[in-house]
């Protein structure tokens, strides 16, 4: 089984060298590259007035912020959440950089960037010279984001968790795509599973076959039908 926790935040501006925070945390949850229907959704008070352009990208005002929680007070909702799973970004330094801030204030271990996938570089290295955008993708693999009026931290996880499925050789029936590093080579009895380079097989238990022979009350249907027949064609001779 892979997880991964498709992860969006929005901030208060570009830098937390500046001193700006994370202001609303959204996350879904994949297995095997499905969505489960598991997500995390937060917003907090930065603690700080919100720059203007940044309200204009994301919507959230200072006042809207104000009664929210402190990252603190959610911080560990947040690492329960995400576990020691994968985690898909898109410009993955932006985000990184903002919760290891955050996590830095709380005394709480920082995130590596080696459990990290960033669908950034993903994408420009499988589409050199195109637009990388996240609408961009969403445009590419016709996927909906007419709801994406501003950037949301929970619609851009979720838009992200589609992108992120098409960048990976996009949905296969019967088959978990796996990247390289997830991938490996021998079968367990534990989940049943054999892995191979770059999808994951699951076998199945055989059904039993079927019973194909006709009942006692169909035989004798069939051969009263039968005997309505005049001359049928097996019978005739030349």
């Known amino acids: 089984m892979t997880r991964h926790i498709i992860l969006d935040t929005e901030t208060t501006g ?18 095997n590259f499905s969505p489960t229907g598991e997500q995390l959704h937060l917003y907090m008070n930065p603690e700080r007035e919100m720059e203007p352009e940044a309200e204009r990208i994301h919507g959230l005002s200072t006042a ?29 330094p932006f985000d990184v950089g903002f919760l290891n801030a955050e996590l830095s204030r709380c005394r ?43 950037h949301g931290a929970l619609v851009d996880a ?27 080579h021998d079968k367990t009895d534990e989940d049943n599973t054999l892995s191979l380079s770059g999808f994951l097989v699951e076998e199945r238990p055989i059904r039993p076959a079927r019973p194909s022979s006709l009942s006692h009350d169909e035989q004798d249907a069939h051969n009263k039908l039968l005997a309505t027949m005049k001359t049928p064609l097996w019978q005739q001779t030349e």
């Open 64 to 92: 809207f912020l104000s009664d929210k929680p402190l990252f603190a007070d959610i911080a560990q909702q947040f690492i329960d959440f995400i576990g020691d799973d994968i985690l898909v970004i898109h410009n993955a």
């Open 14 to 31: 570009l830098s937390p060298e500046q001193g700006h925070r994370v202001v609303e945390i959204g996350a879904v949850e994949m297995i």
């Open 108 to 150: 709480l271990a920082a995130l590596s960037m080696d459990r990290v996938v960033d669908t950034l570089p993903l994408a420009r290295q499988k589409f050199p010279g195109a637009q990388a955008s996240l609408d961009a993708l969403c445009r590419r693999f016709d996927i909906d984001n007419t709801h994406r009026d501003l």
């Open 158 to 184: 979720d838009l992200l968790a589609s992108v992120f499925v098409e960048l990976k050789g996009g949905r296969q029936p019967g088959l978990a795509l796996q990247t390289e590093q997830e991938v490996s």
